[in-house]
């Protein structure tokens, strides 16, 4: 019997609603007890003992929207090198986005999607099914396949589907079978050549813009078909004071929706593209000021359930470009963490929660095991040092790619040790 005590640490469950001094008991790869009753209990006989005095230990973060290469386009992430990253990050689980090459549509990219985590990953990866046939917003897929196969959720990733008739049928197939649909909504007419958020800066950079109306739009449409349908439906990232307002409403009226939020549309601001900087094209594109402070409140009062990276990795071929011509999106499965403890440090996001939509939330929204230190559950958790200080370097990034927008940050939070099933996957 394997067994290991980490002791006088501060434990932060929120699954439990626990913010406090204690231990963590970790035998044979789960949780035996954690928190101050661990604590109190004594050193367990034969237990390998680690002293946590000063860190912080918490449930593994469960990251639901990760883009990676892996199959099609490699040279920007594996499967193998998104796992490091992500272990870095104190990230235990990942849901995968069906974006890659072949689109993960069918039951054979599924398997192989799990096959190759089970052989070359350090942490848990579960596949995303695509809503409809290679990504492109038309005939669905087999959802039902898909999900007996090992598919926790159906999305389009970085696509929106247009057709109504579509998103309504795929709600409904999906309630029959308690599936969530997730989906990131941004009206291609009326972003059209946008690369920004629409506003006064973007006239200044004389750069096209996006309204805020092209995700409140298809929003409002997919909110009112789950209230027709009574689907389970996921909003994966919004980005605006609208978006979060229509959200609101939704589950005031009982509709079954949820919704995230992208680090970038947390942490940062339209101000953050400064000149041209690239690695700040993003979608959902950085919005205004009041907008983001309006998600923050938003993430506070639990309109929004969950904060996921979008980490989605692109070559430096495609972002050493023009503003305009450059590839959207960044990685962020290593600074998800220590980005959010901003708002832990500056007194805006009470830690448990932040910890609950890290990781508590979107485990218990996609049904996966991790999210928490009960007694019997798999021992998925991270040992933070909260105050540690660093600065987000190009050359210790484990991504492939290194297109991060907080690239030169000053970051205050580090994750110290990562532990899958409880296996070390991460030392720093």
């Not at 699954?15 to 035998?27: H, L, M, N, P």
């Not at 973007?202 to 909110?223: F, H, M, Q, V, Y």
């Not at 959902?284 to 009062?301: G, S």
Request: hydrophobic share 45%; charged share 20%.
């Amino acid at each position: 019997m394997s067994i290991t005590l980490l002791k006088n640490a501060r434990v932060v469950d929120p699954s439990r609603g626990i913010d406090e001094t204690g231990a963590v008991v970790i035998e044979n790869g789960n949780v035996a007890e954690a928190g101050a009753g661990a604590h109190n209990q004594g050193t367990p006989e034969g237990a390998k003992v680690v002293d946590c005095a000063g860190k912080t230990i918490m449930p593994g973060l469960v990251d639901a929207r990760v883009f990676i290469g892996e199959p099609g386009a490699e040279h920007r992430e594996t499967i193998a090198s998104a796992s490091q990253a992500a272990a870095a990050g104190g990230v235990t689980s990942i849901v995968m986005m069906p974006d890659t090459s072949p689109v993960i549509d069918d039951v054979a990219l599924v398997e192989f999607v799990l096959r190759t985590a089970r052989e070359t990953a350090s942490v848990n990866v579960f596949p995303a099914g695509a809503i409809t046939k290679g990504l492109e917003g038309a005939a669905l897929s087999e959802f039902g396949l898909l999900r007996d196969a090992g598919a926790v959720a159906l999305t389009e990733g970085r696509q929106t589907i247009a057709s109504a008739l579509v998103m309504r049928r795929a709600l409904t197939y999906a309630r029959d079978m308690d599936i969530v649909i997730s989906h990131s909504t941004q009206d291609p007419d009326l972003a059209s050549s946008g690369v920004m958020n629409e506003g006064l800066l973007a006239s200044w950079l004389g750069l096209p813009g996006i309204p805020r109306e092209a995700e409140a739009i298809p929003l409002e449409r997919d909110l009112m078909l789950a209230g027709l349908t009574g689907g389970r439906y996921h909003a994966a990232e919004i980005s605006t004071a609208m978006s979060a307002e229509a959200v609101k409403r939704a589950k005031r009226e009982g509709t079954k929706v949820t919704a995230g939020v992208s680090i970038n549309n947390l942490c940062l601001n339209e101000n953050d593209v400064g000149e041209y900087r690239t690695f700040f094209r993003l979608s959902p594109p950085l919005r205004a000021e009041d907008d983001r402070l309006a998600i923050v409140e938003a993430l506070k009062d639990g309109t929004i359930d969950i904060i996921v990276s979008s980490h989605d990795p692109q070559d430096v071929d495609t972002k050493r470009l023009p503003f305009s011509e450059a590839a959207v999106g960044a990685i962020g499965l290593e600074t998800l963490l220590p980005a959010a403890l901003r708002l832990y440090h500056n007194g805006e996001v009470a830690l448990l929660r932040l910890v609950e939509t890290l990781s508590t939330a979107p485990a218990k929204l996609f049904g996966l095991p991790g999210g928490t230190l009960k007694p019997g559950a798999p021992a998925d958790l991270a040992i933070v040092d909260l105050d540690a200080p660093w600065i987000v370097r190009e050359a210790e990034i484990r991504s492939l790619s290194k297109n991060t927008s907080f690239e030169g940050a000053r970051m205050q939070g580090r994750v110290l040790q990562t532990i899958v099933a409880g296996r070390t996957v991460f030392s720093a």
